[in-house]
């Protein structure tokens, strides 16, 4: 089962095999958010602005302290993707 968003770090960590931890800078976060949001919803860029700032506290306050109980972190930016932890180990049957 994959379970994802901000909600999963209030479930229990030890109902997980493995914990994947996929995060983006701000500014790409903003730049992926403005183009889909623009052309599939007709959003308003000041709006997708305030609200992707409001969000990104949220973010920064509530779920990004939680990256170190994950068992691989991952940033995912236009620049590259880079695998920042590792500590799960894989088994061969």
């Known amino acids: 089962m994959i379970v994802e968003g901000m909600s999963v770090a209030f479930i229990n960590p030890d109902l997980f095999d493995l914990k994947i931890y ?25 709006y997708l602005r305030r609200s992707h ?6 973010y920064e306050v ?9 068992d691989i972190i991952i940033k995912n930016s236009d620049e590259a993707i880079c695998l920042e932890k590792n500590t799960f180990e894989f088994y061969r049957v």
């Not at 790409?28 to 308003?44: G, H, K, N, P, Q």
């Not at 700032?53 to 949220?58: L, P």
């Not at 509530?62 to 994950?70: D, K, N, R, W």
């Open 22 to 46: 996929f995060y983006a800078d701000g500014e790409t976060e903003l730049m992926r958010r403005s183009s889909r949001d623009i052309a599939e919803r007709r959003a308003d860029i000041n």
């Open 53 to 58: 700032a409001e969000r990104r506290i949220q």
């Open 62 to 70: 509530f779920m990004h302290p939680y990256s170190q109980c994950f």
